[in-house]
């Protein structure tokens, strides 16, 4: 079985942290780019992180510093660490898989993705 499945979220205060998982199984888990896309309400979805196959990531300027993605490829795991946590974080998570072993930004790209999980960060 082909799958992405995600896990952690939820409602954290402003300036507090969170990390979410997301779990492969079914294909060659170090190949492919996996990334983070969020959406929030009447927003377009945007990648917010994404880590090559190589383990060299990038971060939307948004979440610089702030933001860290990595994988462990014994788990068969990518991991986002969220700090320092602002309301504009608010948004549907998900993670996905791109088609290449690169980043491209483009939810496009990307032919498999997790269920999504909220973050909602709110006083």
């Known amino acids: 079985q082909v799958q992405l499945v995600q896990s952690g979220g939820g409602l954290v205060q402003p300036g507090g942290s969170l990390r979410l998982s997301c779990a492969a199984s079914?294909?060659?888990?170090?190949?492919?780019?996996i990334a983070w896309f969020r959406q929030a309400p009447g927003k377009d979805r945007e990648e917010v992180s994404c880590?090559?196959?190589?383990?060299?990531?990038t971060n939307a300027d948004s979440v610089k510093g702030r933001f860290t993605i990595s994988r462990d490829n014994a788990k068969n795991t990518v991991y986002l660490q969220m700090n320092s946590l602002k309301p504009e974080d608010t948004a549907m998570y998900y993670c996905?898989?791109?088609?290449?072993?690169?980043?491209?930004?483009?939810?496009?790209?990307?032919?498999?993705w997790g269920q999504g999980t909220q973050v909602t960060i709110s006083s």
């Open positions: 996905a898989r791109n088609v290449n072993y690169y980043c491209s930004g483009s939810a496009s790209h990307c032919d498999l």
């Open positions: 079914g294909f060659t888990f170090g190949y492919n780019a």
């Open positions: 880590i090559k196959s190589n383990g060299v990531s």
